[in-house]
């Protein structure tokens, strides 16, 4: 019996995750934001200190993309790979590259001042082209993957620390229980003698 061809879909091939997803349409009216975004979950292997820039105008835009990505944080590098690129993909009409537009890839010092820029500037307006900014964990080494996942541990345990220093340990000892002892209360002593006496000199009846 003939094995028929696997159907691949280009969002599970290795770099598919750098696919500009489309908007969705159809998010309740309580999770809808002022803008249209894509659905796309990340975690701690997604993300990246590496990233590639798409849509950058053809117009040698180096030191201008430079400077825009700088404002998040430090750069180990910025590369333009456009014609690397075009050859790994010549074959893929959703991996090609648009027409007159450079690629770039980025690294940054830091995890956090990646994920910053990218939230920021992705499917912002540069120069007349509309930027697509995706992770590359694929150009990771086997160093770098090591660290990121030991620091997000770390910053897991840290934060987990500061929840069970918030939350006591025993919920019974936050509110002391109806039957506990308490102290007792202490009633300030009230003259009365001037009271009583005002009160028998008015009620004196004269003969």
């Known amino acids: 019996m003939p094995i028929e061809p696997v159907k691949v879909n280009p969002s599970s091939d290795s770099a598919g995750h750098h696919i500009r997803l489309q908007y969705c349409q159809n998010r309740p009216l309580y999770r809808r934001s002022r803008q249209l975004t894509a659905v796309r979950v990340y975690s701690v292997a997604n993300e990246s200190r590496h990233l590639l820039v798409f849509g950058v105008p053809q117009i040698n835009l180096l030191r201008e993309l430079r400077q825009e990505l700088v404002r998040f944080g430090a750069l180990e590098f910025i590369h333009n790979i456009t014609e690397t690129w075009q050859q790994q993909h010549d074959g893929s009409d959703v991996l090609t590259p648009e027409p007159f537009t450079d690629v770039f890839h980025v690294c940054y010092a830091r995890l956090e001042r990646a994920r910053r820029a990218k939230r920021i500037l992705d499917a912002r307006n540069f120069y007349g082209g509309v930027l697509h900014i995706s992770y590359a964990p694929e150009r990771e080494t086997v160093e770098e993957v090591r660290f990121k996942l030991n620091q997000r541990r770390s910053e897991v345990k840290f934060r987990s620390k500061l929840e ?23 009633v300030a002593p009230v003259n009365t003698s001037k009271s009583i006496r ?3 000199r008015k009620g004196r009846r004269r003969d």
């Open 164 to 186: 069970n220093r918030r939350v006591p340990k025993n919920p019974r000892q936050a509110q002391p229980s109806v039957g506990a002892s308490q102290p007792p209360l202490t």
């Open 198 to 200: 005002t009160r028998g």
